[in-house]
């Protein structure tokens, strides 16, 4: 309509004057004219856009929609390395429960290393059984597991099993026949977390290459890389949203298993994000829902006999790979004695 065009007109020439408004009068005379000719064809329907003014407007009215839309959305976005003003505790803990975030194990004040082995935030006690409640594992990653603290038991087992073997061959020839295959890759002890630990990871303890796996392209991500993935207490911290893609990741990291603990509702703790903590059954339903894995009753109960943490306790579940459990009547998955010869060699 003649109204219509002539509203269009005016936001075009308003337009204009406020993208320059120092044009001089003739060049706003000009691109006022020019305006009406185009816009007045295109309310015919006859002219080359082929829409009134409304359908300009209304285009210019949804593009304006999406880009809101878009800063919307992407204000949502989760960064493990943001945490809430004044959030941050003088160990480094992110304390909030509105947004979550990552720990940075540093003091805040001088970026130094707030905790060695003696001190960590851990149950001792279930992190040096964990070698007996998985002892072929060889490579293990702690997603969430900050300076190694859940990790030191099995290089602590492993250095054991070591000196054994030292011990055993003292009397033995270190002359190796050259035809003999190279020495397997040493294990891996892997921890996942944002912030860069270096100096602070505990011995024997190294820190995967990717930080934010929350963000990260799955297809960059580990592929049944690890022998036993774990996660302790650690997704209550992260936004419920993103727990779908943290549990893709850490069912496609394992080659066997997965140790699994979260709090459960209206578990007290710092940063807690209250819809993030579940029920140990709706974990399990939502893990299990991928397919991939099944709970693993003996598993389960070993390490819950191996822990004293109420919560711990409370919280944990351990899951098998799905396609493991046929072959494994053992505790070790993969394929009986060709997968023992495997593990035993790296050790």
Same mark, same amino acid.
């Given at each position: ?13 308003? /337009? ?47 593009? #304006? ?61 279930? %992190? ?51 035809? +003999? ?25 190294? +820190? ?10 799955? %297809?960059?991500?580990? $592929? ?5 993935? +774990? ?57 299990? #829902?991928?397919? *991939? ?11 819950? $006999? ?19 459990? /046929?072959?494994?009547?053992?505790? *070790?998955?993969? #394929?009986? /004695? ?10």
């Amino acid at each position: 309509s003649h109204r219509q065009t002539m509203t269009a007109i005016k936001h075009v020439r308003a /337009a204009a004057s406020a993208v320059h408004p120092t044009l001089s009068p003739l060049l706003y005379f000009l691109f006022g004219t020019v305006a009406t000719i185009v816009l007045k064809t295109a309310s015919r329907g006859d002219g080359p856009f082929g829409f009134g003014p409304r359908g300009l407007l209304d285009g210019v009215a949804s593009s #304006s929609s999406s880009a809101s839309s878009s800063s919307s959305s992407a204000s949502h976005v989760y960064v493990p390395t943001r945490c809430a003003d004044g959030a941050m505790s003088s160990e480094g803990h992110c304390d909030d429960p509105a947004g979550g975030g990552a720990w940075t194990y540093r003091r805040p004040d001088d970026g130094s290393c707030a905790y060695v082995e003696g001190n960590v935030p851990r149950d001792a006690g279930a %992190a040096a059984r964990l070698p007996d409640v998985f002892p072929d594992a060889v490579d293990v990653l702690d997603f969430g597991g900050g300076p190694g603290g859940y990790l030191t038991g099995y290089r602590d087992a492993r250095r054991r099993a070591e000196e054994g073997t030292r011990t055993r061959t003292r009397t033995r020839t270190k002359t190796q026949d050259s035809s +003999q295959p190279p020495p397997p890759p040493p294990p891996k002890l892997v921890t996942v977390e944002p912030y860069p630990l270096d100096e602070c990871l505990f011995e024997g303890v190294t +820190q995967h290459r990717i930080l934010d796996w929350v963000n990260a392209d799955p %297809a960059s991500l580990p $592929d049944r890389e690890y022998d036993v993935v +774990q996660t302790v207490e650690v997704l209550e911290h992260i936004p419920a949203e993103h727990h779908s893609v943290i549990v893709d990741a850490l069912t496609r990291a394992t080659r066997k298993y997965l140790l699994f603990t979260a709090a459960h509702p209206g578990q007290p703790g710092e940063g807690h994000v209250g819809p993030s903590m579940k029920a140990k059954s709706t974990w399990m339903k939502e893990i299990v #829902s991928k397919g *991939i894995l099944v709970f693993d009753e003996k598993k389960t109960k070993e390490f819950l $006999d191996a822990s004293g943490d109420y919560n711990l306790r409370r919280n944990e579940v351990v899951f098998r790979r799905r396609d493991a459990v /046929a072959d494994d009547d053992d505790g *070790i998955g993969g #394929s009986g /004695a060709k997968e023992k010869g495997r593990i035993r060699a790296r050790l």
